[in-house]
């Protein structure tokens, strides 16, 4: 019989251009880093990733999307828990040249949890 390995609920504010190319992943992977992004910062509560996408998404690129996905905890203890700012903003910071093992230890598909802004009708 296979043991299930255990996993962590994260989430993940993205704009309309990310979340297409997670779309174009099969909803199973976030896109590689661009060259001004060292590190891909999944956070650790719905409320955070809520906030960054209707007040930094939005404004930034028209619309703004709550992502949620399942990510093998054996991955994630490489890596501490960051603060950015208040108690509330809690997540973790990949290294943009690590984001191919975790995507690899997505577990399932990543899912769009909340839209905001002109592309949040769909």
């Known amino acids: 019989m296979s043991e299930t390995k255990p996993t962590v609920t994260l989430w993940r504010p993205v704009g309309p251009k990310e979340l297409k190319l997670i779309e174009a992943s099969g909803m199973r992977a976030f896109p590689p880093r661009l060259p001004?992004?060292?590190i891909f910062y999944p956070v650790l509560s719905e409320a955070y990733a809520t906030q960054i996408a209707r007040d930094w998404n939005v404004p930034a690129s028209g619309s703004g999307f709550v992502t949620r996905f399942?990510?093998?905890k054996e991955l994630l203890d490489?890596?501490?828990?960051e603060h950015a700012g208040s108690k509330a903003h809690l997540e973790y910071w990949i290294p943009a040249e690590d984001l191919p093992d975790f995507n690899r230890?997505?577990?399932g598909k990543i899912e769009v949890t909340a839209a905001f802004g002109t592309d949040a009708a769909g």
């Open 78 to 81: 490489r890596y501490r828990v």
């Open 105 to 107: 230890s997505i577990v």
């Open 36 to 38: 001004d992004q060292p």
């Open 70 to 72: 399942d990510v093998l």
